[in-house]
């Protein structure tokens, strides 16, 4: 006996929206991964594939292509996704890893770094691009340039590259850039060029 809702629905028929909301959202995931973060660009993969699945629900449910309960279950079932997610993220750094990928480093000891720029497509114009949008004149002056999970790309410049610091020119800021620094035991968890940081292994970084 089938239990019918308001609109003509029935529980059936919004179990099947949810799990067709679920199979798109796997479908749209994978894709969005294989074209790569250049494509999704400041967006995580899940940022964007959120953002055009509510877009396409919501156009429908305003011009009545789906009825509005069956478009609520959509919703949710994508929202509840995307919570999930971001607790999995949290939780989990294998998920992460599996879900959003790891960064990939397209710039190694000062020289471009080919395995990173076939997985993320990047040539050396783009690259240099990137470089010059990070105010970064000469490749040689980069230890590590990474693509990050969200697509962009953060630089980490050789010491003798980086830029003054107050704490260079001045005893009272030195001695308060030492007081921070203190602890080396901190030094793994809170410095954002350890393998850890990178999700490589030292192997790959040396």
Not at 171 to 176: E, F, Q, R, S, T
Not at 187 to 197: F, N
Request: with cysteine; aromatic share 6%.
């Amino acid at each position: 006996m089938r239990c019918a809702r308001p609109g003509g629905m029935n529980v059936q028929e919004l179990l099947l929206t949810a799990a067709r909301a679920l199979g798109v959202y796997i479908l749209m995931l994978i894709v969005v991964r294989a074209l790569g973060r250049r494509t999704v660009g400041n967006f995580s993969a899940f940022d964007l594939l959120v953002a055009l699945m509510l877009g396409e629900i919501i156009d429908e449910m305003i011009f009545a292509d789906v009825p509005f309960i069956q478009g609520t279950v959509a919703m949710v079932t994508i929202g509840g996704l995307t919570y999930a997610d971001s607790l999995l993220s949290y939780w989990d750094h294998g998920m992460q890893k599996l879900l959003e990928g790891t960064p990939a480093i397209v710039i190694k000891n000062g020289d471009f770094h080919p395995p990173g720029m076939r997985r993320e497509r990047m040539n050396e114009k783009d690259v240099l691009g990137a470089l010059r949008l990070n105010g970064v004149r000469d490749v040689r002056e980069v230890k590590y340039a990474v693509v990050e999970e969200n697509g962009t790309i953060s630089i980490i410049a050789y010491e003798w590259a980086e830029r003054v610091m107050r704490a260079d020119v001045e005893p009272a800021m030195a001695k308060a850039r030492d007081r921070a620094l203190a602890d080396a035991s901190e030094a793994r968890t809170k410095r954002t060029d350890t393998p850890e940081a990178l999700e490589h292994s030292p192997e790959d970084l040396s």
